[in-house]
Each structure stands twice: as C-alpha cells, then as structure tokens.
C-alpha cells in the first residue's frame, strides 16, 4: 500500500500551537485533489464526527453513538449496515478514486450526520476545527491495533500470504506511516478538555462501557434509561458485536476488488482484548516497538499511560 506526503492549505494552529510544517501528513496514494476536497467540504453544526487510528474500537464507538443519536433504536440498527448508516470519509475515494462520488456517502447522509474517519486532525475538513462540531475519539494501545490490523488486511487481501512476524516488522520500519499513531492520537489528546471533544481509549470502554456511555449522554446531551442502558450494553457486548452482520463490515466485503480478498477470512470483530499482542508477537517484536513508540511519545511529550487514560481506570 502507497502512501503520499500531503500539505494542507491550512493547519489548525487555532487548537494547537506548534511547527506544523514539520508535522508529516500523509494520504493513500494516489491522492488525487481529495484531501484538498476534504479540506474545503462543509461541516454541519450537528455533525458527530467519530475518529481513530485504525483498530482501534472505531466500529465499536460508531455503533454506540449511531444508536445515542437515534434514541437506541435497536431494530433500525439492525436492519441496515453500519457503513450505510455512518459512512467512512475516505472509504468510497480510496475503494475507487473517484473524486465526482467520493464525497456523496457523507453529503447525502440525513442529519445528524455520524462521520467516520481515520484522518489526522490537519487532514480534516477545516471546518471541523473552525465550527468545532463534536468530535469523539478512540485511542488503542497500537500494538493491539496494529495486530488486528493485519488480520483484517489478510481478509481484504492486502495482507494475504504475509506472516504476523512479516507484517509487524514492517510496522516498524524506518518512517512506516503506522507509527504516526501516535500524533494522531496526541494532538487529539491535547484537545480533550475542550467542549466539543470527546476524547477515551479502547481500553476504558473494555473495563466500564457503562461509565463511557453516561459520559457520551452528557457530551450529547442525549438520555437513556436504565432498560436502554442495559440493552446498550448487551447490543455493545463483544459477543453480540461478533454475531451482528451490520457490525462486521460484510457491506463492505463485499465491495472490495483485491485480488486476493477473502482468500482467507477472520471476522471483522476478531478478539476484542486488551494486550492481546501479548499473545501472538515474540518477545524481541514487542520490545523493538516498545522502543520505537516511546521515542515517538517522547517527542510528543506524552506517556502512553495518557494516552490510554489509565490513570482514568478503576
């Protein structure tokens, strides 16, 4: 997968001060003008924009404020993909790279619109920082996103014929773009205190969804009762996401064209654990990325422990 440097017409320098010329940006390639449409398209007031680095409990986070902001209703959940009832911004354009229908999935969504995306904050329309619609963002220990990162590459084809080990120490070759994850993840923590984001872990929604769900109800100023809640957190539970076909991406699947796709196929909602790398990379793999993330953390000024928020975990 090739990926190209990307300079935005403009940075968010309003929200974070910092050289943003020397933060490196980059766009699946060939990006064509799309990050510049991303960068113009409009933003709505009451848009809830859901954004992660991949696998990193984005499908899980969708579904969630999907059903917030339709008063849990369970059966509409049910009944239709959730790609279809959140699209993901840069889906359709890097599926096709068509730049006239790229952008029709978010612009003929209904509002309030749930928008999905994997994009950096200065790859985001500008809109987003300039009306400062609800942003809520998921951040995962990357060594478990990158893991399943590559399960899920194998069934969409990308990863086909590569070993775990093979994989992974791509990852963590020289400026591989995966280990940007980290700014990706620190320039939204330092906006966590701000109103209109919402900013929590992976690993808190695994130890109490329950806390996480009360806290988005206030970030959204949505209400759920006690029989919501419970069914929320049934419909949420790992096992019922694993069984649900509206949360397992098979929309998807089955518009993928790789040559390789579902050669071999893990279900999209595969593990769901907390250090479960722990289980599948050697240990010299887990230190060699343990070096390489905190040189990356150090010069973010930030400790993994924050960016987890486990000094947030009961």
Not at 138 to 157: C, E, L, M, Q
Not at 223 to 236: A, G, I, S
Request: hydrophobic fraction near 35%; include cysteine; charge should be negative.
């Amino acid at each position: 997968m090739q990926y190209e440097r990307i300079n935005p017409k403009s940075y968010p320098v309003n929200l974070i001060d910092k050289n943003w010329t020397e933060r490196k940006l980059y766009f699946r390639s060939p990006a064509k003008s799309f990050p510049e449409m991303i960068h113009n398209m409009e933003v709505l007031e009451d848009d809830v924009w859901v954004i992660t680095n991949p696998k990193s409990g984005t499908t899980w986070m969708q579904e969630l404020l999907w059903l917030l902001l339709n008063d849990c209703n369970f059966e509409a959940a049910l009944s239709k993909h959730l790609e279809l009832r959140s699209p993901f911004l840069e889906y359709d354009f890097v599926m096709h790279t068509d730049e006239q229908r790229a952008l029709k999935p978010v612009q003929e969504l209904p509002s309030p619109r749930l928008i999905k995306s994997h994009l950096p904050l200065a790859l985001l329309p500008a809109q987003l920082w300039q009306k400062k619609a609800k942003v809520v963002y998921v951040f995962r220990n990357p060594k478990d996103a990158w893991v399943s990162g590559y399960y899920h590459g194998v069934t969409i084809g990308f990863n086909y014929g590569l070993t775990l080990e093979q994989f992974f120490n791509g990852c963590l070759d020289g400026e591989n773009i995966k280990l940007e994850s980290i700014e990706h993840a620190a320039e939204f923590y330092q906006l966590r205190n701000e109103p209109w984001v919402y900013y929590t872990s992976f690993e808190r929604m695994k130890l109490d969804l329950r806390a996480v769900i009360e806290e988005l109800c206030q970030f959204l100023d949505k209400t759920v009762t006690e029989q919501q809640m419970e069914r929320l957190l049934k419909h949420l539970s790992f096992e019922e996401m694993k069984k649900n076909p509206t949360t397992n991406h098979n929309w998807e699947l089955a518009d993928v064209k790789h040559e390789n796709a579902l050669k071999t196929v893990y279900n999209f909602v595969r593990s769901g654990k907390v250090n479960g790398y722990k289980d599948e990379l050697t240990t010299e793999q887990i230190e060699r990325a343990d070096r390489l993330i905190e040189k990356r953390l150090q010069s973010n000024k930030v400790t993994l422990k924050e960016l987890l928020l486990l000094d947030h975990l009961r």
